[in-house]
């Protein structure tokens, strides 16, 4: 669904990603992890050329990304990022609705489709009369997955989506969306500097460093053969926190 | 009837002809400039700059010059063509530079959003960037309908007809009640026009093509946010985004109108266009209720009485006293109160003959004014009136001895200048007060609830380093309104009771 060859792009005469080549099937869901400047976003948004690779190649769904317009390209891929992007100015029904708008889908059956999309998503249908500032962080993730999935993609890209949320919020968010995926057989790209989050939702984790893919392959696959010492540690974070995390509770009881 | 309104209507429909020629070209040429300035941002000072220029030539010269310089193109240099194209330049600025501005202010991530669903850049700018920066690039062309309007009268003298015929001619003529006649036609059309604008604009704003209506209903009343109003400077901006963020917190959306004149504010909300925003009781007092005396009145007395002619007259409601006047004081050097022992406005009189005050350019003709000048026999070497960003500058390049400050003004502080005691009382109190329009008050008493919880949680110095964080750390004032905020929801909010201002005055 998703191909990417020696994808590479600079700014200056540094890489901020440089040959980076994966794949992900119908259904799967790949998790770029790493440090801050690591390349994953950069390379997350060559896949619909929010950025523009300097060079390589990017196929989605079969299709050469590149050589479609831009604007054709994005809509038939879901995004989702960190910073939500409401449009304030319209209401959450509207809001789902502009990727079908701009396929041109005639009012009665977008009403539908958003009424739908709304309780895919786990939102009142109350809710779609009210405008964007009136919603909980974790509710405005909601519509914007919503709007993401609204022209039903068969691709999906994510930007640390839920980073911005509180712990429990974030924790539901992640259960409806990992049920989502699974039910609409997305393929997914997901990226996340949380390791763990990566581990609970991934089906497999790509690591990257100073620009480049280190290693790809099965959470387990990474834990018990990783490519050098530093996958290891990262691997192995959420273990020693989990770890360190029952001691201190159950030292208090 | 006769004598000079005979010709009331060639004059007034020539006038609106014109303004309206001028407004429409303006504003039809400065957006788009101003969309193309936001795009490429390096002709922005080039195109702002250019367009400032145009600003500083004198409205009458700009017109002026426009009679040669036509006339040497082989075009007709006098009659309606100069003075429209002096207009037209004229009234550039506020639109292009609210565009500009208004089109900055848009989240990114609102525009990383529109791209990334798959809108052209055409999309992107008609149905996200544009409406959103809607509100601002209305505000331009309000003030560039009142520059346009005031600026018409100035047409007569190259020839073209307007209200200025009156105006002019009864200079001419000595005949006082002609040049009043063109000021209040040219004042009335004015108000006018720019209450048009702005009714135009809402109804453009709630005339939404896409699926809005629909589901309406669906959440019941909630969905109508909550406008909130301030008037043009800085600690009014703040203000709106700590009353926008208060509302916020009960859960309702909120739109925020800034940038209103003085009694535009008012106005707005006694017809329900905004919802509240914060005024002060002094101004009230004299330009609403129209009374000069508050002599030997407690802040207290002036609230309270306030208080009851705005609810009895408007339905309006005081919300929260938040805890601080910004009243016009009169402000001296540290050094010059040190060195002539100056404390109190009293202390000034014996020095007066020998010292320069200065003022904004209403002070002198308010009635606060006349009340000193008989509470304290206060007799000035010189008065200058001036522009009220300049005063400081003035005062601290000792250009001037006295200046008359706004209590609250960060610059105080940071130029160190010491405030005179008015110990006769002879300034009205201006407590900042929090109004709520007559609809909001009777339908969201949470709304009511929660901005009452900002009683008297903003002292002077408070409000005096909130604008601060603006003007002097270039800070949004949304940005200094967050900080308040988070603050205030550390803090339990005090008691009603507890937060009343104090002392006997």
Same mark, same amino acid.
């Given at each position: 669904?998703i ?5 590479t792009?600079r ?6 990603v440089?040959?980076?080549s994966?794949h992900?099937?119908a259904?799967?869901?790949?998790a770029l992890?790493g440090?801050s400047?690591s390349g994953?976003?950069t ?6 050329r929010?950025v523009?690779?300097?060079?390589g ?6 299709r050469d ?9 994005r809509r ?10 409401l449009?304030?100015h ?5 809001n789902?609705a502009v990727p079908?708008?701009?396929l041109g889908?005639?009012?009665e059956r977008a009403r539908?489709?958003v009424?739908e999309l ?7 249908p109350a ?5 964007p *500032?009136a ?6 993730q ?5 709007r993401?999935l *609204?022209?039903?993609p068969?691709?999906?890209l994510l930007d640390e989506?839920f980073?911005?949320?509180?712990p ?7 259960q409806s969306?990992?049920r989502?995926?699974r039910?609409?057989?997305l ?9 763990a989050?990566?581990?609970?939702l991934?089906?497999r984790?790509g ?6 893919l ?8 990474l834990?018990?053969?990783?490519a050098d010492?530093?996958?290891?540690r990262?691997l192995?974070t959420?273990?020693?926190?989990a770890?360190?995390?029952?001691e201190r509770?159950?030292a208090?009881? | 009837m006769?004598?000079?309104l005979?010709?009331?209507? /060639?004059y ?7 303004t309206l020629?001028?407004?429409a ?7 788009p400039v101003?969309v193309l300035?936001s795009?490429v ?5 080039v195109?702002?700059?250019l367009a400032?220029?145009?600003?500083t030539v004198p409205a009458?010269?700009l ?8 006339s040497?193109?082989g075009l007709p240099g006098?009659?309606?063509?100069p003075?429209l ?5 004229y009234s550039l600025?506020?639109v ?10 848009v ?18 700018l008609?149905?996200?960037?544009l ?13 560039a309908t ?7 009268t100035l047409?007569?003298?190259?020839g073209?007809?307007?209200?200025g015929n009156?105006i002019?001619g ?9 040049v009043l006649v063109?000021?209040a036609a040219?004042a009335?059309?004015a108000l006018?026009?720019?209450?048009l ?8 704003a709630r005339h939404?093509p896409a699926?809005a209506a629909? %589901?309406?209903?669906?959440?019941g %009343? ?5 406008r909130?109003?301030?008037k %043009? ?5 703040v203000l709106a985004?700590i009353?926008a963020?208060t ?8 739109e925020?109108l800034t940038?209103?004149?003085s ?7 006694a017809r329900?266009?905004?919802?509240a925003?914060?005024?002060?009781t002094g101004?009230?007092w004299?330009t609403?209720m129209?009374r ?5 009145m ?8 306030v208080?009851r002619?705005l609810?009895?007259?408007h ?5 929260a ?5 910004n ?9 010059a109160a040190r ?6 406005l009293?202390?000034l009189a014996?020095?007066a003959?020998?010292?320069?005050l ?8 308010r009635g /606060?004014?006349r009340s ?5 026999g206060?007799v000035f ?5 001036m522009?009220p960003?300049?005063?400081?500058d003035?005062?601290?390049?000792r250009?001037v001895?006295?200046v008359t400050a706004?209590?609250s003004d ?5 130029l160190k200048?010491v405030?005179?005691e008015?110990?006769?009382h002879?300034?009205p109190p ?9 609809r909001l ?12 919880r900002?009683e008297?949680?903003i002292?002077?110095?408070?409000m005096?380093?909130?604008s601060?964080?603006v003007d002097?750390?270039h ?6 309104a967050a900080d308040?905020?988070q603050?205030a929801?550390?803090?339990p909010p005090r ?5 009343a201002?104090?002392p006997?005055?």
């Amino acid at each position: 669904m998703i191909r990417v060859e020696g994808l590479t792009r600079r700014y200056g005469s540094t890489p901020a990603v440089d040959g980076v080549s994966f794949h992900v099937g119908a259904g799967e869901l790949l998790a770029l992890v790493g440090a801050s400047g690591s390349g994953k976003t950069t390379t997350l948004k060559m896949i619909n050329r929010l950025v523009e690779p300097d060079a390589g190649r990017v196929v989605v769904e079969g299709r050469d990304a590149l050589s479609l317009p831009p604007h054709l390209l994005r809509r038939g891929i879901g995004y989702v990022f960190q910073g939500v992007g409401l449009f304030p100015h319209l209401s959450v029904a509207d809001n789902v609705a502009v990727p079908l708008a701009l396929l041109g889908w005639p009012r009665e059956r977008a009403r539908r489709r958003v009424l739908e999309l709304l309780d895919l998503v786990e939102l009142e249908p109350a809710l779609a009369a009210r405008y964007p *500032a009136a919603l909980s962080g974790g509710q405005q993730q909601r519509v914007g997955v919503a709007r993401a999935l *609204a022209a039903s993609p068969r691709v999906m890209l994510l930007d640390e989506p839920f980073a911005a949320l509180d712990p429990l919020t974030r924790d539901r968010l992640q259960q409806s969306f990992d049920r989502l995926r699974r039910q609409l057989a997305l393929a997914a790209v997901f990226v996340t500097h949380d390791v763990a989050e990566a581990v609970a939702l991934a089906d497999r984790i790509g690591v990257m460093r100073a620009g480049r893919l280190v290693q790809i392959g099965r959470p387990r696959e990474l834990a018990s053969r990783p490519a050098d010492d530093e996958v290891a540690r990262l691997l192995d974070t959420p273990r020693r926190q989990a770890r360190l995390v029952a001691e201190r509770l159950g030292a208090d009881r | 009837m006769t004598g000079p309104l005979a010709l009331l209507p /060639e004059y007034l429909s020539a006038h609106v002809r014109l303004t309206l020629a001028a407004l429409a070209a303006g504003v039809a040429l400065a957006v788009p400039v101003g969309v193309l300035v936001s795009r490429v941002r390096s002709l922005e000072p080039v195109v702002l700059g250019l367009a400032g220029v145009i600003q500083t030539v004198p409205a009458l010269a700009l017109l002026a010059v426009m009679v040669p310089l036509l006339s040497s193109l082989g075009l007709p240099g006098i009659g309606v063509l100069p003075a429209l194209l002096g207009l037209v330049l004229y009234s550039l600025l506020p639109v292009l530079r609210n565009t500009v501005t208004g089109l900055h202010g848009v989240d990114p991530a609102v525009i990383e959003a529109a791209r990334a669903l798959g809108m052209t850049g055409r999309q992107q700018l008609l149905q996200v960037e544009l409406p959103l920066a809607l509100p601002v690039v209305v505000a331009g062309i309000r003030t560039a309908t009142v520059w346009t309007v005031g600026l018409a009268t100035l047409s007569t003298p190259v020839g073209a007809p307007s209200l200025g015929n009156y105006i002019f001619g009864g200079l001419q003529t000595r005949d006082p009640a002609s040049v009043l006649v063109g000021c209040a036609a040219a004042a009335a059309l004015a108000l006018g026009l720019d209450l048009l604008v702005s009714a135009v604009a809402s109804g453009v704003a709630r005339h939404r093509p896409a699926l809005a209506a629909w %589901t309406a209903g669906g959440a019941g %009343t909630g969905a109508r946010p909550v406008r909130v109003g301030a008037k %043009t400077f800085t600690e009014q901006y703040v203000l709106a985004e700590i009353l926008a963020g208060t509302v916020r917190q009960t859960g309702r959306p909120v739109e925020a109108l800034t940038s209103l004149g003085s009694t535009v504010a008012f106005d707005a909300l006694a017809r329900g266009q905004i919802d509240a925003y914060v005024d002060y009781t002094g101004t009230l007092w004299t330009t609403l209720m129209g009374r000069t005396e508050a002599a030997g009145m407690s802040r207290q007395e002036v609230l309270a009485e306030v208080r009851r002619w705005l609810l009895r007259r408007h339905g309006i409601v005081v919300a929260a006293v938040l805890g601080f006047e910004n009243a016009y004081c009169f402000a001296v050097r540290d050094d010059a109160a040190r060195d002539l022992g100056l404390r109190r406005l009293g202390d000034l009189a014996p020095l007066a003959p020998r010292l320069t005050l200065a003022s904004d350019y209403e002070f002198f003709l308010r009635g /606060e004014w006349r009340s000193v000048e008989r509470a304290y026999g206060l007799v000035f070497r010189e008065r200058r009136s001036m522009d009220p960003s300049l005063l400081y500058d003035a005062i601290a390049a000792r250009q001037v001895d006295v200046v008359t400050a706004y209590s609250s003004d960060a610059r105080i502080d940071a130029l160190k200048l010491v405030v005179l005691e008015d110990d006769r009382h002879a300034i009205p109190p201006y407590d900042a007060v929090v109004l709520v329009g007559p609809r909001l008050a009777r339908e969201a008493k949470d709304v009511l609830a929660a901005l009452g919880r900002l009683e008297g949680r903003i002292d002077v110095q408070r409000m005096r380093a909130l604008s601060r964080e603006v003007d002097a750390r270039h800070r949004s004032p949304a940005a200094a309104a967050a900080d308040f905020l988070q603050a205030a929801r550390a803090v339990p909010p005090r008691d009603a009771g507890a937060a009343a201002p104090a002392p006997a005055r």
